[in-house]
C-alpha cells in the first residue's frame, strides 16, 4: 500500500512536459501582446492628445481708451475649453532682457483680457500662453506698436 502512495505522490516531469508548459508561457505572452498592447498603446495616445496644450493664435491688439489695450485671441477648441483653460499674459520691455507678468492666469470667457498701458509700453512685446491647471503652452507673441494710431 505504501507502494502505491509513494507512485502516486511522486511525479516526474520528463523534458517533453517541461518544453510544453514553457511553449504554453510563450503562446499566453504572445497573446497578450497582441491582444493588449496595441489597445493600451491607443489609450496612451488618446491621453497625451488630450494633455497637449495648442499655442496662442490669432492675437489682435486694440486700443480700448487711454488708459488701457484690448487684447483679443482667437478662440480654442471646445475638448480644450472643458478643461478650465486660462490666459497668461507677461511682457518684455525694450531694451530689457527679462518678461514681468502682466496677468496672472485668467479665465477667458470672451477671449479678450483688457492690459493697462502703463505696464505694457509702446514698443514692448506681449506674450500670451494658454494655462490649464500647472502645465503652459506655447506661447504667442504681439507687439505694442510705437504709435498709438496704428492701433
Known amino acids: ?33 497582441v491582444v493588449f498592447v496595441p489597445r493600451r498603446l491607443i489609450r496612451m495616445r488618446k491621453r497625451r492628445r488630450q494633455e497637449v496644450i495648442p499655442k496662442v493664435v490669432g492675437l489682435v491688439l486694440s ?12 478662440p480654442t477648441t471646445s475638448s480644450f475649453e472643458d478643461s478650465g483653460v486660462r490666459l497668461a499674459v507677461a511682457a518684455q520691455v525694450p531694451g530689457g532682457s527679462g518678461r514681468h507678468v502682466v496677468t496672472e492666469p485668467t479665465p477667458v470667457p470672451q477671449n479678450t483680457l483688457v492690459i493697462p498701458k502703463d505696464i505694457a509700453p509702446p514698443g514692448s512685446t506681449l506674450w500670451v500662453n494658454w494655462v490649464v491647471g500647472d502645465r503652459v503652452g506655447p506661447s504667442g507673441s504681439i507687439s505694442v506698436p510705437e504709435d498709438p494710431a496704428t492701433l
Open 63 to 74: 486700443e480700448l481708451d487711454e488708459n488701457y489695450f484690448q487684447l483679443q485671441v482667437s
Open 1 to 33: 500500500m505504501t507502494l502505491l502512495l509513494t507512485d502516486a505522490a511522486t511525479t516526474s516531469w520528463t523534458d517533453a512536459t517541461w518544453g510544453k508548459v514553457v511553449l504554453a508561457a510563450v503562446l499566453v505572452l504572445l497573446v497578450n501582446s
